[in-house]
C-alpha cells in the first residue's frame, strides 16, 4: 500500500512539475554541460519508442564509451549540448523486442547483464513477487540473503525454472551491433554485503564470462542495486574496468567520478509526463525520501 500511494504522489508530482514549466528549464540550463545516463529495466516497446522518440527531438543521445572517454579526457568540446546515455540493467529477456527501436532511431545504448543468468532458466532474484520482503533482504549479508530466499520464496539462484526470464546468448548476438553488452554481474548480489571474495568473484568473473560468451572487451560495469563501497570500487578499477554506473541520482559533469557514474532512474512504466518529470529527477528524490521515511518508521 505505501507503495501505491508512493507511486499515486509521483504522479500527482509529475503533473504539478510539468505545468510549472520545470522540464524546459532544467533541459535549458542544467543539462548545458552535463549528461543524463538514464536507467531502464524492462521497459515496453511501445512505452520506449514514446521516450525515445521525445529524446531524440529534444537531445542528443550518445553511447556511454563517448561520455567515459569524454571525462578521461577532461574534453566535454565533442559532447553535443544536452547529451543523453541510454542504459538498461539486468539483461532482462523483454530487451530484445526493443532491437527494432535502437535500429530506427541509431542509439547504441548500454545493456548491463548478470552473466550468470542470462543463457539460462535461472531467475532474478529480486524479481520475487513480495516487495516489502525483497528490500530487507537488500539489507543482510549476503550468506544470509540467500538462505531466507530458499527458506520463504523457494528461491535458489543456480536451479532452472520453466520460464525464461533474462536474454539468451542468440538474441544478444543479434543485438551485438546495435547495443553496446556490459557486465553487471553473475548473479546481481547486494555487493558491500558480500565477502571480499564473493565480491571478486561477481565482478571479475562476470567480465570473463561475458568477454568468453560474446568476444568482446568488457570496460563497463554498473552495481546491482547501485550499491557500492570504496571495496568495490577498488575491486572495478583493479579489474580493468573503465568506468562503473551506480544509481545516485544526478547528472555527470567534467569532474565526475568514472566509477561513481550518476545515473536518472527512470520508471519503466512511465507516460510522457511522468517520464519528462523524471528527466527533471524531482519524483525519483522525492520516492527516495518517502521510502527511506517509510522504512524508518515501519522498522
Ligand atoms: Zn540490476
Redesign the pocket.
Known sequence: MPYRLTNFAKTALSIFISLLGIPLLIREWVCRNRVAILLY?DVNPEIFAKHIAYLSRHYAIISLDTLVSAIYNKDFSEIPQKSIVITI??GHAGNVTLLPIFKQYRIYPTI?V?TQIINTHRHFW?RIPERSKKERLKKLPNVERLTRLKQESDFEPKKEYQDRQALNIDEMKKMMQDVDFQP?TQF?PILPHCTETECKQEILGSKVDLEKFLGIECLHF?Y??GDYTEREIEIVKAGGFRSARTTDIGWNNIETSPYKLKAMPISDDAGLIRFRAELTTIPQRFGKWVNSLLWRITN
Open positions: 529495466h540493467d539486468d548491463y548478470c529480486f553487471h546481481h554498473s546491482p542495486n
